[in-house]
């Protein structure tokens, strides 16, 4: 099994920046794509950015130029540093993970973001 941990999230102010951190334990060794999701109040979640276990990143259009993902493997960390942050980037942040050999999924508890003057 692999659990995620995020953390990072809080209030800031539009134009302004956060950090967030997933940090991956157990069977680490599984892990292969990592992702950040989102989910605002009364919508769907939503895929923000993805990494391949070689680095290869992919974001929505929404946050392109303005986030950026990435990992360090040897840790099991993602991160997804997060600039120029809007009042519509307000949602709570999932840290995902899947597996090299089986379908399985692994899913953080989700860390808040809000952004507002």
């Known amino acids: 099994q692999v659990q995620l941990v995020e953390s990072g999230g809080g209030l800031v102010q539009p134009g302004g920046s956060l950090r967030l951190s997933c940090a991956a334990s157990?069977?680490?060794?599984?892990?292969?794509?990592m992702g950040w999701y989102r989910q605002a109040p009364g919508k769907q979640r939503e895929l923000v950015a993805t990494?391949?276990?070689?680095?290869?990143?992919d974001y929505i259009y929404s946050v392109k130029g303005r986030f950026t993902i990435s990992r360090d493997n040897g840790k099991g960390t993602v991160y997804l540093q997060m600039n120029s942050l809007k009042l519509e980037d307000t949602a709570v942040y999932y840290c995902?993970?899947?597996?090299?050999?089986?379908?399985?999924?692994?899913w953080g508890q989700g860390t808040q973001v809000t952004v507002s003057s």
């Open positions: 995902n993970a899947d597996s090299r050999y089986t379908r399985n999924n692994y």
């Open positions: 157990g069977n680490t060794f599984v892990i292969n794509n």
């Open positions: 990494i391949t276990i070689g680095g290869s990143t």
